[in-house]
């Protein structure tokens, strides 16, 4: 399988202001994008502060901060 490009996909979404999950680290709380260069990210999470993080490497998932946290069963 084809590796995707940065601006593919989710990629394209890790836009300044978006809300993501670091799907490795849940417990770093509801992340905002600061900035996106190509595939390197920093996100600010309210748990760690600010990381930069590789997109091609580590799939964030972007969501609604109305659907964070997920409700549990």
Same mark, same amino acid.
């Given at each position: 399988?084809? &590796? !995707?490009?940065?601006? !593919?996909?989710?990629?394209?979404l890790?836009?300044?202001?978006?809300? %993501?999950?670091?799907?490795?680290?849940p $417990?770093?709380?509801? /992340?905002?994008?600061? !900035?996106?260069?190509?595939? &390197?990210?920093?996100?600010?999470?309210?748990? %760690? /502060?600010?990381?930069?993080? $590789?997109?091609?490497?580590?799939?964030? &998932?972007?969501?609604?901060?109305? $659907?964070?946290?997920?409700? /549990?069963?």
């Open positions: 399988m084809a &590796r !995707s490009g940065p601006e !593919s996909g989710a990629a394209a890790l836009t300044p202001g978006a809300y %993501v999950v670091h799907p490795g680290q $417990d770093w709380g509801l /992340g905002q994008v600061q !900035s996106a260069v190509g595939s &390197r990210v920093t996100v600010n999470f309210p748990h %760690v /502060g600010k990381q930069l993080i $590789d997109a091609g490497v580590v799939p964030l &998932r972007v969501v609604e901060p109305e $659907d964070w946290p997920p409700e /549990g069963p």
